[in-house]
């Protein structure tokens, strides 16, 4: 099957060439960029040294003769080109366009309007994979709240912890922040230093982390998210943290996430005892679980790792293109990380 990536120049779209280049079924016949279209894809991904194909323009009669397009593009960008791309054409926006169900969400923290609201494309969610088959537009979920949900979605859903006082604090690696040049993402600026941003509330994955959690408690949740910039190119290391429900214990919490992810490919909840660390998901479409319980502070904490551009982006999405598809999950995605 013939596949289009808008967007391409970008580290999401380069790390959606990489895994496309070993996929069983599917071959790039479109990697189209915006300023770089015309240069050669090797030079701006010198990784994908045997690419011998150019970037095209973005433009939709240049996407639309693919069977499944990805839309690797800046926030805000998505909706104007997917409107003219055919009705039936699958699609998986990796940006966050159509992730957010309410209006007033998406007008307090991304500009221009509200373009309406895809199938979300997180398959670990219950239900999600039969809406996704069901579907030809996915809004594929953001790096951070992946990791998140991830964490807590089982622990609200089996009603083990509450949602009333829910605080995540997760460390993202540079390439979240996209390839465009900024001072602060300087080399000489972030090595050897961490740094907070987007403080109190401000941070615009808190809103789609929040709609994920209601959606599985159906109750109000209240959450505090404060990420972090850490000193490397890729990953996402999340601490987040909940009140133990009365009644509920570690047996209890652990129970709930192993009944969640046990067959899973992707999620692993790690035994006992071992932590998640972000280089044991480098290259990988897996995230790492593990979970404690702080009977003093009466709360629980789940820390999850995974890398954002592998299952926190492009390997996500090529997951949700598979299901869309027809074809295998796993087609094309690695269970295992690049060490060291």
């Known amino acids: 099957m013939k596949v289009a990536v808008a967007g391409a120049s970008g580290y ?26 015309g240069e050669p894809v090797a030079v701006v991904h010198p990784h994908l040294a045997d ?51 309410e209006p ?36 594929n979920p953001g790096c951070y709240v992946t990791a998140t949900t991830l964490a807590l979605a089982p622990l609200l859903g089996a009603g083990v912890v509450t949602g009333d006082d829910l605080v995540v604090v997760a460390a993202s690696g540079t390439s979240g922040a996209g390839r465009a040049p900024r001072p602060n993402l300087l080399a000489t600026e972030v090595m050897g230093s961490m740094s907070a941003y987007k403080v109190g509330g401000t941070h615009q994955h808190t809103p789609e982390i929040a709609q994920n959690l209601r959606g599985v408690t159906q109750q109000p949740v209240r959450l505090s998210f404060t990420p972090l910039l850490a000193p490397m190119p890729r990953g996402i290391l999340a601490t987040c943290s909940a009140p133990l429900a009365a009644g509920s214990g570690e047996a209890e919490v652990r129970q709930a996430l192993a009944a969640a992810y046990d067959g899973e490919a992707f999620v692993h909840l790690l035994p006992p005892g071992r932590w998640p660390v972000t280089a044991a ?9 593990q979970v404690a319980v702080d009977r003093a502070a009466g709360r629980v904490t789940v820390v999850a790792a ?30 295992h990380g690049v060490a060291p």
């Not at 509200?114 to 994979?129: D, I, K, N």
């Not at 998901?281 to 679980?289: I, P, Q, Y």
């Open 104 to 139: 007033a969400d998406w007008e307090q923290f991304y500009p221009g309007p509200h373009a309406g609201t895809w199938t979300y494309g997180l398959p670990e969610l219950p239900g999600a994979r039969e809406r996704i088959a069901a579907s030809h537009r996915v809004a």
């Open 306 to 335: 995974l890398d954002n551009l592998g299952k926190g982006a492009a390997g996500q999405a090529v997951q949700n293109a598979n299901i869309l598809l027809g074809l295998p999950e796993s087609s094309g995605l690695s269970v």
């Open 281 to 289: 998901t480098l290259g990988s479409n897996s995230a790492h679980l």
């Open 51 to 101: 690419d011998g194909s150019t970037f095209a323009e973005t433009r939709p009669d240049v996407l639309a003769d693919a069977d499944l397009v990805f839309l690797a593009l800046p926030h805000g960008e998505s909706a104007a080109l997917a409107a003219d791309l055919p009705a039936l054409l699958p699609v998986v926006d990796l940006g966050a366009d159509f992730r957010l169900a």
């Open 12 to 37: 999401t779209g380069g790390e959606l060439l990489r895994l496309l280049a070993g996929h069983p079924h599917l071959e790039v016949a479109v990697a189209a960029a915006g300023s770089a279209a």
